[in-house]
Structure formats: C-alpha cells, structure tokens
C-alpha cells in the first residue's frame, strides 16, 4: 500500500495571507489527524476527521480549520498567517474505529515571512 | 484532562548501553500505548506498541514495559547503536479514539 503523502513538502508564504494544505491518507484509511511541530517542540495536536466529520479539535486559533472528503483526503487552512504559524505540519492516517495506530506523512515545512 | 507526562525531556548514553525513557497516563480508560521515533528530517514512525492487557512487549533491542496501576510505561533500549539517536514521543489512547502526546525525549548516543 502507498503510504500517507502530503502537498505540497515545502510552502513559502508572507505574512496574512492564507494556505491550504493537503493530506492523502493509506488507501482504506477514514481517519486523518493533523499535527504542528515547531523545531524542538512536540506533536501539537490540531483536529482529527473521520468519515468528512471533525472527532477531535485540539486548542488552536479558529484561523486553523479543515475538512475531509468522501474520498478520506482531507485539507487544512490556515488564515491571516502569523510569524509564528512557521512550522512543520503533519497528518497522520488510521484505518477506522477502535484502531489507534498512526501512520504520518512526510510534512508540509511552512515559512512565513 | 487527559495528559501524558514523559521523562525525560534529553537522555544521553554512550554507546552500547541502555536507555530508559517513562511516561505516566492520566486516564484510567487508556488501553493503547505506542511509542513512536522520529528521525532528524523525518516522519514520526511506529516503533513498538502495547495494548493494557499485556505488561510486557519486546522487539529485538526495544522493549515496552506497562503499569497499569501506576498508569506508567516505559521504552526499554538496549546495546544502543548510532542509529538509535533521534526523538521519542509516546501517546496513550484517549477519549473519542484519539491518541494523547508525550512532549517526547531526545535520545543522544556518545560514540
């Protein structure tokens, strides 16, 4: 099976602006999870899908928002960007109810200047 | 709130000894504890994991260890080599099947 891959790796945006970003999960997979990870920092959650419905939202700004389609890929959006929205993003994939196991994707490194 | 708490933050061993890195869970109802290694550049990846109704897991040089009392569990690395050097990050399951995050620990091997 593919693995999770995101788009795009690497993003160069200025500040207050927007960015979408995109996660396609293992093929069967309905949930996606998605993560900021600042250099040094840990896993910060952001919010979970499953089945196009948001499960779990961590403590994060309303200009952080995602969706899932039907076909489990899911997007996050981050509005009015700030200096300090530099980070790595990460989502994870899991196969379905009850089944915990993470599979991360590659990243998407975001800079804001 | 749900919470796990893991130490330490930097570990560093010479090479060829072990390393032990512990977490504590605050919710009783967890029964899923992964650990996970993440490599300088790289994507966290699944290295081992343990279900509550297991104390013990091993994986050639890795091993997990559980408390369920305690609400404690701990990665056990022996004859740590080079490639072990990297972060760890341990999760214990939550409520509405998410996975609660250490901070994680950073592993140094001194050659």
């Known amino acids: 099976k593919a693995g999770v891959t995101q788009t795009p790796r690497y993003l160069i945006k200025t500040r207050g602006q927007q960015v979408t970003l995109s996660c396609s999960p293992i093929?069967?997979?309905?949930?996606v999870s998605w993560y900021q990870q600042t250099p040094g920092q840990g896993l910060q959650f952001l919010f979970e899908?499953?089945?196009?419905?948001?499960?779990n939202k961590g403590n994060f700004p309303g200009r952080f928002s995602g969706r899932q389609f039907s076909n489990s890929r899911s997007e996050m959006n981050v509005s009015t960007l700030e200096l300090g929205d530099s980070a790595l993003y990460l989502c994870?994939?899991?196969?379905?109810?009850?089944?915990?196991?993470?599979?991360f994707g590659p990243g998407t490194r975001l800079t804001v200047t | 709130g749900e919470n796990v708490e893991q130490h330490p933050s930097t570990l560093s061993v010479q090479e060829g000894d072990s390393a032990v890195i512990k977490c504590t869970y605050s919710?009783?109802?967890?029964?899923?504890f992964p650990w996970y290694k993440q490599e300088l550049g790289k994507r966290p990846q699944l290295i081992i994991d343990?279900?509550?109704n297991v104390g013990e897991k091993k994986d050639q040089r890795i091993a997990v260890t559980l408390n369920k009392t305690a609400k404690h569990f701990s990665l056990h690395i022996t004859e740590t080599q080079p490639e072990d050097s990297a972060v760890y990050f341990c999760?214990?399951?939550?409520?509405?099947?998410?996975?609660?995050w250490g901070a994680g620990t950073k592993l140094i091997i001194k050659p």
């Open positions: 919710d009783s109802a967890s029964n899923y």
């Open positions: 999760a214990a399951s939550g409520s509405n099947y998410q996975l609660i």
């Open positions: 343990i279900r509550s």
């Open positions: 994870a994939s899991s196969a379905s109810t009850g089944n915990y196991e993470q599979y």
């Open positions: 899908y499953f089945s196009e419905t948001q499960r």
């Open positions: 093929s069967g997979h309905r949930s």
